[in-house]
T-cell receptor, first 110, second 115 residues
Framework: EDQVTQSPEALRLQEGESSSLNCSYT??????LFWYRQDPGKGPEFLFT???AGEEKEKERLKATLTKKESFLHITAPKPEDSATYLC???????????FGPGTSLSVIP | KAGVTQTPRYLIKTRGQQVTLSCSPI?????VSWYQQTPGQGLQFLFE???????NKGNFPGRFSGRQFSNSRSEMNVSTLELGDSALYLC??????????????FGPGTRLTVL
């Protein structure tokens, strides 16, 4: 069965303390993996798309990487405004539905 | 470029009633997907419409239905509301076309409360 898991469920960091979030998937024939950020009461905000193992994308303090089994979202020197829930999602084929993971709730303490 | 818009933003209904939610995608996007988000279940896929046709469907009962119009705007309807239908309903649009699927852009959601 196609599945997406994320760890940890919740993460609390001090401002400036770098860390990584994990997204593991069991999907045959991955077409794409997406990362989103969601603030409370709002819709998810698109961050990155990764298509193949070894690919990396960066945006400000965030860097996403992809292997054949998992993806990591690295957060370097986080700030309080990075506090949010980070969601990953996978797509099997170009015309299939997107499967979301449960998310990691990140809190960055000043 | 205007983002995805959803109306209404908040709704309060009672059990047994029905509700219709509306979504206007980003201009030029032809794919619209609907999701239900609850604290316990996370983001659950409801259905996707592309060029007025339902292309994918999630595992929800028939009380949940949708449609898409020729201008790509979409509506979803929930009939005979139950308490468990209380959730944030999210709409996402994508520029997916004949070249395949692209990333989705989400609207702010409609918060539905069923009493």
């Amino acid at each position: 069965e196609d599945q997406v898991t994320q760890s940890p469920e919740a993460l609390r960091l001090q401002e400036g303390e770098s860390s990584s979030l994990n997204c593991s998937y069991t999907v045959s024939g991955l077409r794409g993996l997406f990362w989103y950020r969601q603030d409370p009461g709002k819709g998810p905000e698109f961050l990155f798309t990764l298509y193949s193992a070894g690919e990396e994308k960066e945006k400000e303090r965030l860097k996403a990487t992809l292997t054949k089994k998992e993806s990591f979202l690295h957060i370097t020197a986080p700030k309080p405004e990075d506090s949010a829930t980070y969601l990953c999602a996978v797509l099997k084929t170009s015309y299939d539905k997107v499967i979301f993971g449960p998310g990691t709730s990140l809190s960055v303490i000043p | 470029k205007a983002g995805v818009t959803q109306t209404p933003r908040y709704l309060i209904k009672t059990r047994g009633q029905q509700v219709t939610l509306s979504c206007s995608p980003i201009s030029g996007h032809r794919s619209v997907s609907w999701y239900q988000q609850t604290p316990g279940q996370g983001l659950q896929f409801l259905f996707e419409y592309f060029s007025e046709t339902q292309r994918n469907k999630g595992n929800f009962p028939g009380r949940f239905s949708g449609r898409q119009f020729s201008n790509s705007r979409s509506e979803m309807n929930v009939s005979t509301l139950e308490l468990g239908d209380s959730a944030l309903y999210l709409c996402a649009s994508s520029g997916a076309g004949t070249s395949g699927y692209n990333e989705q852009f989400f609207g702010p959601g409609t918060r539905l409360t069923v009493l």
